[in-house]
């Protein structure tokens, strides 16, 4: 079946340093766009950066842009997500997602907190 598993979350300073890793499995995943998301408490849950299948082209929502770069190995089949400068604000459930035509799946997320 079908499974994304994220890890490598957890409490942060400010100004600190996390990477997420995301592995998949059950499906070809080389074959599909990457994306990380998180959701903060009662706000919706937004995009936070996306990565071609090939690993070719990266967006980003422009709150990180600079601060986290996301990548992927596709003979690990794992996504990452490393995240530089952190901020409070980016205290939220992050979630890995993976995307083909209509084809969607997503994991069950990792808690990132920023706090002194």
């Known amino acids: 079946q079908v499974q994304l598993v994220e890890s490598g979350g957890g409490l942060v300073q400010p100004g600190g340093s996390l990477r997420l890793s995301c592995a998949a499995s059950g499906f070809t995943f080389s074959r599909y766009a990457m994306s990380w998301y998180r959701q903060a408490p009662g706000k919706e849950r937004e995009l936070v950066a996306t990565?071609?299948?090939?690993?070719?082209?990266?967006d980003y929502a422009d709150s990180v842009k600079g601060r986290f770069t996301i990548s992927r190995d596709n003979a690990k089949n794992t996504v990452y997500l490393q995240m530089n400068s952190l901020k409070p604000e980016d205290t939220a459930v992050y979630y890995c997602n993976a995307r083909l035509s209509v084809m969607v799946y997503w994991g069950q997320g990792t808690q990132v907190t920023v706090s002194s």
């Open positions: 990565i071609t299948s090939s690993g070719g082209r990266t």
